[in-house]
Protein backbone atom coordinates (compact mmCIF):
# COMPACT_ATOMS: atom_id res chain seq x y z
CA UNK A 1 0.00 0.00 0.00
CA UNK A 2 1.41 3.64 -1.15
CA UNK A 3 0.03 7.01 0.53
CA UNK A 4 0.64 9.69 -1.25
CA UNK A 5 0.14 12.95 0.60
CA UNK A 6 0.32 16.83 -0.65
CA UNK A 7 -0.80 20.10 0.46
CA UNK A 8 1.33 21.36 2.62
CA UNK A 9 3.66 24.15 2.84
CA UNK A 10 3.82 27.94 4.66
CA UNK A 11 0.86 29.66 5.87
CA UNK A 12 0.24 32.77 8.46
CA UNK A 13 -1.58 32.28 11.28
CA UNK A 14 -5.10 32.37 10.75
CA UNK A 15 -4.83 30.86 7.29
CA UNK A 16 -5.69 27.57 5.71
CA UNK A 17 -4.37 24.87 4.19
CA UNK A 18 -6.12 21.52 2.81
CA UNK A 19 -3.86 18.08 3.26
CA UNK A 20 -4.61 15.19 0.58
CA UNK A 21 -3.59 11.82 0.56
CA UNK A 22 -4.77 8.82 -1.55
CA UNK A 23 -3.80 5.80 -1.40
CA UNK A 24 -3.16 3.10 -3.63
CA UNK A 25 -1.84 -0.79 -3.52
CA UNK A 26 -3.19 -3.69 -2.08
CA UNK A 27 -6.43 -2.43 -0.54
CA UNK A 28 -8.74 -5.01 0.83
CA UNK A 29 -10.77 -3.42 3.80
CA UNK A 30 -9.61 0.00 5.50
CA UNK A 31 -11.12 0.07 8.62
CA UNK A 32 -10.09 3.74 8.93
CA UNK A 33 -7.68 6.62 7.80
CA UNK A 34 -6.40 9.27 9.92
CA UNK A 35 -4.00 12.16 10.25
CA UNK A 36 -0.98 12.23 12.58
CA UNK A 37 1.86 14.89 13.14
CA UNK A 38 4.82 15.52 14.43
CA UNK A 39 6.98 18.90 15.38
CA UNK A 40 10.71 18.29 16.06
CA UNK A 41 11.56 16.88 19.78
CA UNK A 42 7.54 15.82 19.89
CA UNK A 43 6.17 12.36 20.16
CA UNK A 44 3.88 11.71 16.80
CA UNK A 45 -0.01 12.51 17.58
CA UNK A 46 -3.45 11.56 16.39
CA UNK A 47 -5.00 14.87 14.60
CA UNK A 48 -8.13 13.53 13.23
CA UNK A 49 -9.10 9.97 11.94
CA UNK A 50 -12.01 8.87 10.17
CA UNK A 51 -13.57 5.19 10.09
CA UNK A 52 -15.18 3.69 6.44
CA UNK A 53 -18.28 4.73 8.11
CA UNK A 54 -17.78 8.37 8.42
CA UNK A 55 -17.41 8.26 12.53
CA UNK A 56 -14.66 10.72 13.31
CA UNK A 57 -12.05 11.90 16.20
CA UNK A 58 -10.78 14.76 16.46
CA UNK A 59 -7.51 15.56 18.96
CA UNK A 60 -8.68 18.70 21.57
CA UNK A 61 -6.05 20.91 20.07
CA UNK A 62 -7.64 20.41 16.71
CA UNK A 63 -11.31 20.49 17.36
CA UNK A 64 -13.42 23.22 15.57
CA UNK A 65 -10.35 23.91 13.66
CA UNK A 66 -9.91 20.60 11.70
CA UNK A 67 -12.27 19.00 9.22
CA UNK A 68 -11.35 15.59 7.68
CA UNK A 69 -13.32 14.00 5.09
CA UNK A 70 -13.06 10.94 2.86
CA UNK A 71 -13.90 9.56 -0.30
CA UNK A 72 -14.36 5.62 0.01
CA UNK A 73 -14.85 4.96 -4.13
CA UNK A 74 -11.27 6.67 -4.56
CA UNK A 75 -9.03 5.63 -1.17
CA UNK A 76 -8.69 9.24 -0.05
CA UNK A 77 -8.43 11.28 3.11
CA UNK A 78 -8.24 15.16 3.37
CA UNK A 79 -7.85 17.53 5.92
CA UNK A 80 -9.07 21.04 5.56
CA UNK A 81 -7.11 23.34 8.52
CA UNK A 82 -8.22 26.70 9.30
CA UNK A 83 -7.49 28.57 11.69
CA UNK A 84 -3.97 27.42 11.22
CA UNK A 85 -1.88 28.30 14.75
CA UNK A 86 2.08 28.69 15.06
CA UNK A 87 1.71 24.93 17.07
CA UNK A 88 0.25 23.68 14.49
CA UNK A 89 3.62 23.80 12.66
CA UNK A 90 4.80 19.75 11.93
CA UNK A 91 5.35 16.91 9.81
CA UNK A 92 1.62 15.63 8.92
CA UNK A 93 1.34 11.75 8.44
CA UNK A 94 -1.17 10.04 6.50
CA UNK A 95 -2.72 6.81 7.93
CA UNK A 96 -4.28 4.16 6.83
CA UNK A 97 -5.65 0.56 8.25
CA UNK A 98 -7.16 -2.39 7.11
CA UNK A 99 -8.19 -5.74 7.97
CA UNK A 100 -6.23 -8.48 5.81
CA UNK A 101 -7.51 -12.09 6.89
CA UNK A 102 -8.68 -10.98 10.40
CA UNK A 103 -5.68 -8.69 11.24
CA UNK A 104 -4.99 -5.08 11.59
CA UNK A 105 -2.25 -3.59 8.90
CA UNK A 106 -1.44 0.38 9.52
CA UNK A 107 0.28 2.04 6.59
CA UNK A 108 1.89 5.59 6.66
CA UNK A 109 2.39 8.34 3.93
CA UNK A 110 6.51 9.64 3.85
CA UNK A 111 4.73 13.20 5.40
CA UNK A 112 4.03 16.80 4.41
CA UNK A 113 5.52 19.44 6.45
CA UNK A 114 3.30 22.10 7.62
CA UNK A 115 4.47 25.31 8.86
CA UNK A 116 2.44 28.30 10.39
CA UNK A 117 3.91 31.63 10.82
CA UNK A 118 3.02 33.98 13.37
Known amino acids: VQLMESGGGVVQAGGSLRLSCAAS????????MSWYRQAPGKQRELVAS???????DYSDSVKGRFTISRDNAKNAVNLQMNSLKPEDTAVYYC?????????????WGQGTQVTVSS
Open 50 to 56: ITRGGST
Open 25 to 32: GSIFSITS
Open 95 to 107: GLSQLIQSLKYTY
